[in-house]
């Protein structure tokens, strides 16, 4: 008896040790491949114009693989285990294929993210709006879903194969110049002549106007800012003016200024903006 549990004892506390020494290296490989990745991203976040979607995707991808992978060889290691897993995949096709069902949207989340980051429809950091309603900045894209933050500051989780399915539409997409469309109607009455340049002058003396004119259009002597009549309404000469910025955040503070102080230019030179009016008898 003395013989047996001598015996017996080591080589269970022996694969004990085994089985927690691959254990504590799987969490410090992980621990240690977070940190890597982590550093990586910060120092590329301090990098305008990096693109962190790759190590944001890849960091949660290999820490899940090396999770994976460590409990797996921690389970393989286990001869009581090694045998029910052997006889379970042996004998339970009906299960396994239960669970396929059942991991099958998960799998399509996983597939549809690995091809988001692959093809990049879009990236961390785009503004991007889906179902005309959900506007706002990619936050995250992770192995299941996309994080997405409205400009109210909540997020929206989308998965990716849903997303994957949607049109959507992207400001940042290969490039970040955004138009803002300034679109002001005047009165019959007033110069239209005058208003185009007053237009023209408040979208060019801002600060965060560019010229987004190319070569050939600059040799071909179109005006740095454009401005049209666009449309005769009922009670107005509808026009337009565009104005480019270097990203969409600068395209709305543009037109919110632009508004203001070419209605303010209006007011001094004498170009009417008509508004309805309403005329009441009272018997």
């Known amino acids: 008896m003395d013989g047996i549990i001598g015996n017996y004892i080591p080589e269970e506390w022996h694969l004990v040790v085994v089985v927690s020494v691959v254990l504590i290296v799987t969490i410090i490989t992980a621990s240690l491949t977070n940190i890597i990745f982590t ?10 114009g990096d693109d ?4 944001k995707f890849l960091k949660r991808g290999v820490g899940v693989i090396i999770y994976l992978t460590g409990i797996g060889v921690a389970i393989y290691m286990i001869p009581q285990l090694r045998v029910l897993a052997t006889t379970l995949f042996a004998g339970a096709g009906v299960l396994a294929l239960a669970i396929g069902f059942a991991s099958q949207q998960a799998l399509a989340n996983i597939i549809s993210g690995i091809f988001i980051v692959m093809f990049k429809p879009y990236k961390i950091n785009d503004r991007i709006q889906i179902r005309t309603d959900l506007v706002g900045i990619v936050e995250d894209i992770n192995l299941r879903h996309t ?6 500051n909540q997020r929206i989780i989308v998965p990716n194969s849903v997303i994957s399915n949607e049109i959507l539409v992207n400001a940042n997409y290969q490039e970040d110049k955004m138009t803002k469309r300034i679109d002001i109607g005047i009165s019959y009455g007033s110069d239209i002549d005058l208003a185009r340049t007053i237009m023209a002058e408040e979208v060019q003396n801002h600060p ?26 009922d009670s107005s000469v509808n026009m337009r003016a565009w104005a480019t910025t270097n990203n969409p955040a600068d395209a709305f503070i543009i037109g919110c200024d632009l508004f203001e102080s070419i209605k303010k230019r209006f007011d001094n030179e004498g170009i009417e903006i008509p508004f309805p009016h309403r005329t009441i008898y009272q018997k």
């Open 39 to 48: 550093r990586a991203i910060k120092k590329s976040e301090s990098k305008s």
């Open 52 to 55: 962190l979607t790759n190590l």
């Open 147 to 152: 994080v997405i933050k409205d400009f109210t």
């Open 208 to 233: 965060l106007f560019v010229d987004a004119r190319t070569i050939d259009q600059i040799e071909n002597g179109e005006p740095i800012v454009p401005v049209r009549v666009i449309s005769l309404g």
